[in-house]
């Protein structure tokens, strides 16, 4: 076996993993270790978060039309999935309304024709959003509210300029816009969880450390730096505490490979664990699943125990289970099918660079046709792999 050490770590045991850490960006090397509540920031530090929860607050008990936007990707669902459970524990008959995306698409471009149509007093997107400008004045302009609780990094248009919200339109609360909350490897999930600490102070009660189980899975889902300590609490103290059963059906579906870890109580469950076997369900299905498997997987989450028609192969009408068991079961098929849309994609496009001599190009431009069947959820899988094998950036 070839192997070459990065550095030269002591002979010293005890120092060794000290050194190991911090040779991986590690800083706080004791609260990485034994993470603890004081390894979280001040939820006040994120710019905007205070107005936001007044906002829900007065919609709320003005019983008004609130609309959440389901991102596409385990990270949105997850995101939502906390705030939806969090409202409904506050005020259980909040007057509630969801919408998934029907492509693996974000924020409010594809779904702003559709909810100007409704009568939503308010609109919230976590996980997205952020710089959807021309949406938010559009709902503005009919007296919609929104709120996005948001973490991606601000986009540039074509002069190079950053690509700002406009805060008279949206309250948008992103960790990449507050300067004094350092901590930037937090997801959309991890933001809603924060976003629910400040809800708790508002409040006074202690809810939002209830859903820290659907943010690890976020975080982990979405590839979060964990060399932050924050993140790392959230991942550790979250996969200790899995109280959803939605998550607990996912991981009890996958026993087989999990072993004792799939188990409840899902002793010594790891991030890697979770990042090979249950968010890649949840990414197959937001990319390749129904619309009606889509909404099915969010009531998942937050209605695991609801009833559906039932879509085992031989299922009669009146058969049902749960959305729970089905989103486990077709999360599953779902990937299998990914996987074979990913194969045959990557076999024709590899034929296309092959047959025009694309790869002597710096870049890899491969057009694609309508009659090429490759679905868009999957282009970026695709382009990966043939950025792998010839090792130039590639454009499909």
Same mark, same amino acid.
């Given at each position: 076996?070839?192997?070459?050490?990065?550095?030269?770590?002591?002979?010293?045991?005890?120092?060794?993993?000290?050194?190991?850490?911090?040779?991986?960006?590690?800083?706080?090397?004791?609260?990485?270790?034994?993470?603890?509540?004081?390894?979280?920031?001040?939820?006040?530090?994120?710019?905007?978060?205070?107005?936001?929860?007044?906002?829900?607050?007065?919609?709320?008990?003005?019983?008004?039309?609130?609309?959440?936007?389901?991102?596409?990707?385990?990270?949105?669902?997850?995101?939502?999935?906390?705030?939806?459970?969090?409202?409904?524990?506050?005020?259980?008959?909040?007057?509630?309304?969801?919408?998934?995306?029907?492509?693996?698409?974000?924020?409010?471009?594809?779904?702003?024709?559709?909810?100007?149509?409704?009568?939503?007093?308010?609109?919230?997107?976590?996980?997205?959003?952020?710089?959807?400008?021309?949406?938010?004045?559009?709902?503005?302009?009919?007296?919609?509210?929104?709120?996005?609780?948001?973490?991606?990094?601000?986009?540039?248009?074509?002069?190079?300029?950053?690509?700002?919200?406009?805060?008279?339109?949206?309250?948008?609360?992103?960790?990449?816009?507050?300067?004094?909350?350092?901590?930037?490897?937090?997801?959309?999930?991890?933001?809603?969880?924060?976003?629910?600490?400040?809800?708790?102070?508002?409040?006074?009660?202690?809810?939002?450390?209830?859903?820290?189980?659907? /943010?690890?899975?976020?975080?982990?889902?979405?590839?979060?730096?964990?060399?932050?300590?924050?993140? %790392?609490? +959230?991942? @550790? =103290?979250?996969?200790?505490?899995?109280?959803?059963?939605?998550?607990?059906?996912?991981?009890?579906?996958?026993?087989?490979?999990?072993?004792?870890?799939?188990?409840?109580?899902?002793?010594?469950?790891?991030?890697?664990?979770?990042?090979?076997?249950?968010?890649?369900?949840?990414?197959?299905?937001?990319?390749?699943?129904?619309?009606?498997?889509?909404?099915?997987?969010?009531?998942?989450?937050?209605?695991?125990?609801?009833?559906?028609?039932?879509?085992?192969?031989?299922?009669?009408?009146?058969?049902?289970?749960?959305?729970?068991?089905?989103?486990?079961?077709?999360?599953?098929?779902?990937?299998?099918?990914?996987?074979?849309?990913?194969?045959? /994609?990557?076999?024709?496009?590899?034929?296309?660079?092959?047959?025009?001599?694309?790869?002597?190009? %710096?870049? +890899?431009? @491969? =057009?694609?046709?309508?009659?090429?069947?490759?679905?868009?959820?999957?282009?970026?899988?695709?382009?990966?792999?043939?950025?792998?094998?010839?090792?130039?950036?590639?454009?499909?």
């Amino acid at each position: 076996m070839k192997y070459r050490l990065r550095a030269n770590y002591t002979q010293e045991p005890l120092l060794a993993l000290q050194e190991i850490l911090a040779s991986r960006g590690v800083t706080d090397i004791n609260n990485f270790l034994h993470p603890s509540k004081a390894c979280e920031l001040n939820p006040h530090d994120l710019d905007n978060i205070e107005k936001a929860a007044d906002m829900l607050l007065s919609h709320l008990q003005a019983n008004h039309k609130i609309l959440l936007v389901v991102d596409a990707d385990c990270d949105g669902f997850t995101s939502s999935s906390i705030l939806w459970l969090y409202i409904k524990h506050i005020y259980p008959n909040a007057n509630l309304s969801f919408t998934v995306h029907e492509h693996k698409q974000h924020g409010l471009n594809d779904k702003i024709d559709w909810i100007e149509n409704q009568d939503f007093q308010l609109v919230i997107v976590p996980d997205a959003g952020s710089y959807d400008i021309k949406e938010h004045a559009r709902l503005h302009s009919r007296g919609v509210d929104c709120i996005c609780l948001d973490h991606h990094s601000i986009p540039k248009d074509d002069y190079g300029n950053e690509i700002l919200p406009n805060e008279e339109n949206a309250i948008v609360v992103n960790n990449q816009l507050s300067i004094y909350y350092s901590n930037k490897s937090l997801c959309g999930a991890g933001v809603v969880y924060k976003f629910c600490e400040i809800l708790d102070e508002k409040l006074n009660i202690r809810q939002a450390e209830w859903y820290l189980d659907l /943010a690890a899975l976020g975080e982990i889902a979405d590839v979060m730096d964990r060399t932050d300590v924050e993140t %790392n609490y +959230i991942m @550790v =103290e979250g996969l200790k505490n899995i109280h959803n059963k939605g998550f607990q059906t996912l991981l009890n579906s996958q026993a087989y490979s999990l072993k004792s870890h799939g188990e409840p109580p899902y002793t010594g469950l790891s991030a890697i664990d979770v990042a090979w076997y249950i968010s890649p369900l949840i990414n197959a299905l937001t990319r390749v699943g129904t619309i009606t498997e889509k909404e099915t997987m969010f009531y998942c989450f937050i209605e695991p125990d609801r009833l559906v028609q039932s879509t085992k192969r031989g299922a009669k009408p009146s058969d049902v289970e749960t959305a729970a068991e089905q989103t486990a079961r077709v999360g599953k098929n779902a990937k299998a099918r990914q996987d074979k849309f990913k194969e045959r /994609a990557i076999d024709l496009i590899d034929f296309k660079i092959q047959k025009n001599e694309l790869d002597r190009n %710096n870049i +890899i431009l @491969v =057009e694609v046709e309508e009659g090429d069947n490759i679905p868009q959820e999957i282009t970026g899988f695709v382009a990966m792999s043939i950025v792998n094998k010839y090792h130039n950036p590639c454009m499909i």
